[in-house]
């Protein structure tokens, strides 16, 4: 089982970043996908959930409206589309698989720094 994220970065405030997850070893669309992030001195905490199948996606209050989670069956893929990035959103970005059962997987993270 692998999850490998990816499209972390440095990037300015009000800029934007697109993180991808690919997962292997697992069927994927039987799991709902999530993306945490632990801050330096923070725990980690969820940012955003899409279901495995019908259900509505899940945002953490502070990146509801700028932040949009999306996955493509076909290609094993969860996507982190990140816009108007703030400083405080600066933090190692960890993709979640869950099922249903229990069973859960995590990524390696991503470092993503806002800063100017």
């Known amino acids: 089982v692998q999850l490998v994220e990816s499209g972390g970065g440095l990037v300015q405030p009000g800029g934007s970043l697109r993180l991808s997850c690919a997962a292997s070893?697992?069927?994927?669309?039987?799991?709902?996908m999530s993306w945490y992030r632990q801050a330096p001195g923070k725990e980690r905490e969820l940012v955003a959930t899409i279901p495995s199948a019908v259900g509505s996606t899940h945002y953490e209050d502070s990146v509801r409206g700028r932040f949009t989670i999306s996955r493509d069956n076909a290609k094993n893929t969860v996507y982190l589309q990140m816009n108007s990035l703030k400083p405080e959103d600066t933090a190692v970005y960890y993709c979640n698989a869950r099922h249903r059962f229990g069973t859960t997987y995590w990524g390696q993270g991503t470092q993503v720094t806002v800063s100017s």
């Open positions: 070893g697992f069927t994927f669309s039987g799991y709902a």
